[in-house]
C-alpha cells in the first residue's frame, strides 16, 4: 500500500538496544506494524557491536562530544558492520515481522551527504539527505532501514552521528514524527528524573551546565536543527518500552 510521506515515522534504532534480544524484538514487531499504517524509516547506528569489532582488530576507540574518532582503519570496520552486519540483520528481523524492509546505507543513491568534521578524521556532519529514493521506496509500501554511513567529498565514506543522519532524514521527507529511542527513560534531569519537555531554547543552557553530557549532546542538538527545519514532532523515548505509549522527553519548539 502506498504511503503519504508526511504520515511517514522517522525512528532512530541503536546502541545498547541492539543487544537487547526482548527490547529489540519487541520495537521491531512494532515498527512492522506502524509501516504498515503510515510508513516508517528506521535509521540506525550500532555502537556496541562497531566497538567489539574494533576491539578485535586491537584498535581503540576515542570519543569528542560523543562522535567517535574515526581514522582510515577504523571507517572501514565501521561502514562494514553498520552496512552489512547490523544492517542487514535488522532487514532479516523486519521481513520475519511481515514488513517489506530494504537495507540500504546512506551512500546508496547518495541519499545522505555529509561534511567533515575537523580532528576527527573519517568523521561527518549531515550536510543533506535527498528523500527522493526513500519516498519511492515508501510510496510503494516497503520499509527503508538506513545506516548511519553517509557520502562525504571525493565519494569517501564519513561515519555520521545516527542522530543526526534520523534528523536530516526526517527533514527531507518532511515527516510527521522523529522519534529516538534510547535507553534511558528519556532527557534526565540532575535527580534522574525524566524532563518531560524541553524547548529547543533551552538545549544549549542544559548543555552548557552539564545536565546533559555524551551522546545526549548530539541527540538534542539535532533535534533543534530538526524543529527549526519543519519537523513537527519530536520525542525521546526508552526503547525497552516500546513506541506506543511515547512517553519520555517531548522536545517543543
Not at 17 to 29: E, I
Not at 32 to 42: D, H, Q, S, T, W
Not at 112 to 131: I, S, Y
Amino acid at each position: 500500500m502506498a504511503k503519504k510521506t508526511n504520515d511517514v515515522w522517522v525512528v532512530k534504532f541503536g546502541g545498547s538496544l541492539l543487544s537487547d534480544a526482548t527490547a529489540r524484538t519487541g520495537f521491531l514487531a512494532e515498527a512492522a506494524r506502524i509501516a504498515r499504517k503510515n510508513g516508517l524509516v528506521l535509521v540506525h547506528g550500532g555502537g556496541p557491536e562497531i566497538n567489539s569489532a574494533l576491539d578485535k582488530m586491537g584498535i581503540q576507540s576515542q570519543w569528542v562530544n560523543g562522535r567517535r574518532v574515526t581514522d582510515e582503519a577504523a571507517m572501514a570496520v565501521v561502514e562494514g558492520v553498520l552496512s552489512g552486519q547490523v544492517n542487514k540483520n535488522l532487514v532479516g528481523e523486519l521481513t520475519g515481522f511481515g514488513a517489506r524492509a530494504v537495507g540500504l546505507s546512506g551512500r546508496d543513491g547518495r541519499l545522505l551527504r555529509a561534511k567533515p568534521v575537523p580532528g576527527l578524521g573519517r568523521v561527518g556532519e549531515p550536510d543533506k539527505a535527498d528523500g527522493a529514493l526513500l519516498k519511492t521506496l515508501l510510496g510503494a509500501g516497503y520499509l527503508p532501514v538506513l545506516s548511519s554511513v553517509a557520502e562525504g567529498p571525493g565519494q569517501r565514506a564519513l561515519n555520521v552521528n545516527a542522530d543526526e543522519a534520523a534528523a536530516a532524514v526526517a527533514v527531507a521527507l518532511k515527516a510527521r514524527r522523529l522519534v529516538y529511542l534510547t535507553d534511558v527513560p528519556g532527557v534526565l534531569d540532575d535527580a534522574k528524573r525524566t524532563i518531560p519537555e524541553i524547548r529547543t531554547r533551552d538545549i544549549q543552557r542544559l548543555i552548557d551546565a552539564e545536565v546533559v553530557k555524551g551522546g545526549m549532546i548530539p541527540k538534542l542538538l539535532s533535534c533543534r536543527s530538526a524543529i527549526k527545519k519543519g519537523v513537527r514532532e519530536i520525542n525521546i523515548v526508552d526503547g525497552r518500552a516500546g513506541l506506543a505509549a511515547l512517553s519520555g522527553t517531548r522536545i517543543l519548539p
